[in-house]
């Protein structure tokens, strides 16, 4: 038994580590699907689950560093009587939380590993039912263990493990991710990427004298076939990395082709009122020095009063753009925030902590 008690606090430990990470390397992602979560709630159940919506991001934060922490602890085999218990409880509020999403179909991605691992509802379902097994066990099992560690070097690690957690996760927040894995990372092709890698593949199921025959051909009715039903066999391969990239305004009209030819500069702010101004100066002065050699247009979800308010203000002479907010969100993790394209292919994006010199901007379009 002792050898099954370290096979699946080993198992357990590593998965909530390796989940913990991923969402680290984003906070901002754990924060958009938390806020989706808290809408769907406020609908669904009651009003007040509204007003978490503001603190999408520290409670986002808090539930990540848990989950490294809870990781770390079943690894020492820390306190395990009460690191079972938060266990136990976490894993009942997700499997529920999975559940509602999937039966209802209410998030269609529950975030369990960023961007790294997309889950379906009902995948994310049943790993959630895999970790009840798996934590029950611990659960029952959790007087047995014993740390690894003396109780106070083991809450060192522990402190090291949140200082060091809290730390790479405000670094993603005011930069942007280290790891991206989103469709628009550098090195992406925008308009490849919205295109399909594959032509469906259809199987066929039909009856013929009693019989069930199942083909990739559909078969004529003439021959003695009755169809009953069809799927796709390669699915995963027929929907495109990106199927929701739109761009327009009311003087060009669907702008989303041509934004991707050519070498262009994004500037991108999904909501100018919550967009930081500081380094506002720093990027109107990289957009003048680039104007005759990149043409610089702004990707916005605001509406055009308040875009106009915002680019006299800072004297932003460049075209603007209207983009759903969850893709420019998804485009790049910074409000404002600076994406350089050519041809579709991006070559650059920063966050608006860390606008790039015109040195660096001509650099990697040479």
Request: charged share 20%.
């Amino acid at each position: 038994m002792k050898i099954l008690d370290k096979i699946v606090a080993f198992i357990v430990g590593v998965l909530f580590i390796f989940s913990g990470l991923v969402k680290l390397d984003d906070p901002m992602g754990t924060q958009i699907k938390l806020g989706e979560y808290f809408e769907v709630f406020s609908t669904d159940f009651a009003h007040f689950f509204e007003w978490f919506i503001p603190a999408a991001m520290p409670i986002g934060m808090f539930l990540i560093v848990l989950e490294i922490l809870l990781g770390v602890a079943l690894l020492l085999h820390y306190r395990m009587e009460i690191t079972a218990w938060i266990l136990a409880l976490l894993i009942a509020f997700f499997t529920f939380l999975t559940f509602y999403s999937a039966y209802f179909n209410k998030v269609t991605d529950c975030g369990c590993f960023g961007d790294a691992i997309p889950l379906t509802p009902w995948q994310s379902f049943s790993k959630d039912v895999i970790l009840v097994v798996l934590i029950g066990y611990l659960f029952w099992r959790r007087d047995k263990f014993q740390s690894y560690l003396p109780q106070k070097p083991a809450a060192y690690v522990l402190v090291a493990v949140t200082v060091l957690s809290i730390y790479l996760g405000v670094y993603a927040i005011n930069h942007l991710p280290p790891i991206d894995f989103r469709p628009y990372a550098i090195g992406e092709n925008i308009a490849a990427n919205m295109i399909p890698e594959e032509q469906p593949v259809f199987e066929y199921t039909f009856e013929k004298d009693g019989q069930t025959v199942t083909s990739e051909k559909y078969l004529s009715e003439k021959d003695g076939y009755t169809y009953k039903s069809h799927k796709v066999l390669n699915e995963d391969k027929t929907t495109p990395k990106i199927t929701d990239y739109n761009i327009w305004n009311e003087e060009e009209g669907d702008f989303t082709e041509r934004s991707l030819q050519g070498t262009k500069l994004f500037f991108v702010t999904y909501n100018v009122k919550e967009a930081s101004t500081d380094e506002m100066n720093d990027i109107v002065d990289l957009v003048s020095a680039l104007d005759s050699q990149v043409e610089t247009i702004a990707l916005t979800s605001s509406s055009s009063a308040d875009f106009e308010i915002f680019r006299h203000t800072f004297q932003l002479a460049v075209p603007y753009f209207y983009g759903d907010a969850t893709v420019l969100k998804a485009m790049i993790r910074a409000n404002p925030g600076l994406m350089l394209l050519k041809d579709g292919t991006v070559l650059g994006k920063w966050h608006y902590n860390d606008v790039p010199s015109y040195e660096e901007v001509k650099l990697l379009l040479e």
